[in-house]
């Protein structure tokens, strides 16, 4: 089984600013540089044939090239608890429809569809405890990040599994949003490696 997910990594020359505002949060489990990315829909858990399906589906999502850029920070709370420190992500209705797309194209691949609401961002930390003063204050330390424009030209398939040292992500496929295949791109899925 693998665990599946659709995302776009953070640029180098954008990345870097995102690490500035990583500090100052005793007790967050901070997000490595490399590992930064805008997920577009989670899939979960798949067998080696629907994730095939998967890439085959999201091979046939076509939409235009676009740009967004990265601005403010904000939190996800569960139970009332803040679980997560975020970089938020402008309002673009070109963002939203490749949401869609790839969501649509999952559905006819046999996932099921997302029913949590898209809130596109970049998570920065992982908090197991944090008091609301705390929270309060790193969000308004860093309420004015702004970095960008990102263009966006493709997406990519990335597998995850934990270790001791937290999540481990790799880029399993990558897509073109023109549907040209990715000048940059070479490898066939590792799907018996992980």
Request: proline letters at 7%; hydrophobic letters at 45%.
């Amino acid at each position: 089984m693998q665990r599946l997910f659709v995302a776009v990594p953070v640029p180098e020359e954008l990345s870097g600013g995102l690490v500035d505002v990583m500090e100052g949060f005793a007790g967050a489990d901070w997000v490595p540089e490399e590992s930064l990315h805008l997920t577009l829909r989670f899939i979960g858990e798949v067998d080696g044939s629907l994730a095939r399906d998967c890439l085959d589906a999201l091979d046939q999502v076509r939409a235009a090239a676009f740009s967004i850029a990265i601005t403010g920070v904000d939190r996800f709370e569960t139970k009332g608890m803040v679980r997560t420190l975020w970089a938020g992500i402008t309002r673009s209705p070109d963002l939203a429809l490749l949401h869609d797309r790839i969501d649509h194209a999952l559905v006819r691949a046999g996932c099921p569809p997302d029913r949590r609401r898209f809130t596109p961002h970049v998570t920065l930390a992982r908090v197991a405890e944090a008091a609301p003063v705390r929270v309060i204050d790193w969000l308004s330390r860093h309420a004015g990040l702004s970095l960008g424009p990102w263009s966006i030209s493709t997406f990519s398939v990335y597998s995850s599994w934990r270790s001791g040292s937290g999540p481990i992500y790799r880029e399993e496929a990558r897509f073109a949003l023109d549907g040209a295949p990715p000048a940059d791109w070479e490898d066939e899925p590792s799907w018996d490696e992980v």
